[in-house]
């Protein structure tokens, strides 16, 4: 039993090397405007190291799925596919009956595996990690056939003097340092900056076009969203929740409409939500064996993730609370755990403060500082608390958000805004295209029954799960302070911006985790045992996985 639990623990991280290679394989061979960056015979030859490799893994009686190695060089044909998909959107892009027959094909094609996976194939860790995998190659796809400059928040331009978070990138990329000046985005904490910043360097001078690092720039993001799902799988671990289950959490998370728009960011909301995730994941360990260089990686991704951006902090109390409980659990041994609790302060405060406390010194800036929209145009003061959580009154007539006042009534349902965030993003290309808008129209309705029975698990998971009430408390009060906190956001700054979905991605990681722990509450957690709420949930993992595909394809043709 020890030796088979070894063995998942270590296969649950086949998927951050192969992240990592494929997000270099996209930074090396593709660009957004072009079928490739490198000569046909590169293909070639990458094809014949593709066949050799494998075979020769085959000859040793060795399963790609359990070989990180493999299954990376495995999805460079696949990128290939996807470069090619490029070419053929931008041939075909305007031909209506082209674009029907590629997604239905898609559609019956993605449907018929996920069928297999999920209902003919016992589902084990390959199961998870194929998921994952499948997961990451959707955001390849995503990043490598979407402009760099679509379905993105507060871009600016990657100019010197420009604003927004490029901006920020260019100035740190050109200058080696700060900004000594306010300008659009730049109050915020730079780890994400900085990271970029010298990546573009190292990028340009290996020849790279620093006016296209851009796409460079999404590939970061393209890692840290799939190491994100990675996390999300090896917290589920900690919790000792079956594969079945961690395979609809994965699912439902790789295949989050958002999520996969995320994964092309150029700012630094993934940065900031791998790094709560990671957090969370090293809470856990250390619990289970609080040592000095246990909780030292907690308080890197503590003050990490506010040198990302400051809103990680809502994910301290949580973690304060398991600090807490394991020093009363063990009080006799005070003196050790003030030694770590120092360490942990030592480490995680500086890093997360410090750069607050130099906009304050510099700028008059407060601590937390938020800057208010500019557009007036997105106001909406004149609605009460209960029309905020309550009312649906012309909320429903589109599915995307409305931003103008120049419409007839803009968005003002928290609720029924994040869903559409969570489906289109802050865009408007809903209606430029009757298949984004037929499937988005089941996606929106979909992500909003997602949502529903995400608080329907988690419930079920604290009334019946059989882990730790430590545990239950500790995603309880994560997930509870981040939405609390943005709801309180959405009602301090009213307008439309507020209500988009980026603000919670970790809570939503945390619900599926919570969703899959109640998936296993029900069943308990006897792989033979699956039950109508199981199989649902799994009919409703393949119908969203597969929309989700279609979604961002049909995205890709608006490009």
Partial sequence: MLIRSRSIMKSENRIFPVSLLVMLAVMVLFRQDALYKIPVWVWITISVFVVCSNLFLFLQKKKVSKNWLSASICSIPLLFAIQWGCY??????????????????????????????????????????????????????????????????DMGKLVSGGDGHLGYIYTIYETGKLPDRLMYQFYHPPLHHMVAAGVMRIATLLGANAAKADEIIQCLSLFYVTASLGLMNKIALRLKISAKARAVAVGLGGFLPYGVMMSGAVNN????????????????????????????????????????????????????????????????????????????????????????IRNMILFHLPLGYVPGPAAEKQLITDNSLWTRLFDLTGQLEQYSLRW????????????????????????????????????????????????????????????????????KVFFSVGAGTILFSYIKFCFDYPYVCTMNVRYVMAAIYIGLVALAAGSDALTGRRPDKAGKGGVALRVFTVVYMVCCSLLMLNFSYLT
């Fill in 88 to 153: 053929f959107r931008d041939h075909f892009k305007k031909d209506e009956t082209v674009i029907l027959w590629s997604t239905v094909a898609l559609g019956v094609l993605l449907a018929v595996g996920l069928i297999y996976l999920f209902f003919i194939r016992p589902i084990d860790e390959d199961t998870v990690f194929l998921l994952l995998f499948s997961g990451l190659l959707i955001r390849v796809f995503y990043v490598v056939m979407t402009q760099a400059n679509y379905y993105q928040n």
């Fill in 269 to 356: 909301d993934p940065l900031m939500t791998l790094l709560v995730m990671a957090f969370i994941y090293f809470t856990m360990k250390w619990y289970e064996k609080p040592t000095i260089p246990n909780i030292i990686p907690m308080a890197l991704c503590i003050g990490g993730g506010m040198m990302s951006k400051m809103s990680a902090v809502l994910i301290a109390p949580a973690g304060a609370i398991v600090m807490l409980v394991k020093l009363w659990q063990e009080r006799r041994a005070f003196g050790r755990y003030v030694k770590q609790f120092l360490v942990f302060g030592v480490i995680a405060f500086p890093l997360g403060l410090w750069h607050s």
């Fill in 404 to 471: 103008n006042r120049h419409e007839a009534l803009l968005d003002h349902n928290i609720f029924t805004a994040v869903t559409k965030c969570t489906v289109f993003g802050e865009s408007d290309y809903y209606r430029r295209n009757p298949i984004v808008e037929g499937v988005g129209t089941v996606m929106f309705w979909l992500t909003a029954v997602l949502f529903v029975t995400l608080l329907v698990g988690g419930i079920l998971w604290l009334k019946k799960g059989k882990s730790k009430t430590l545990w």
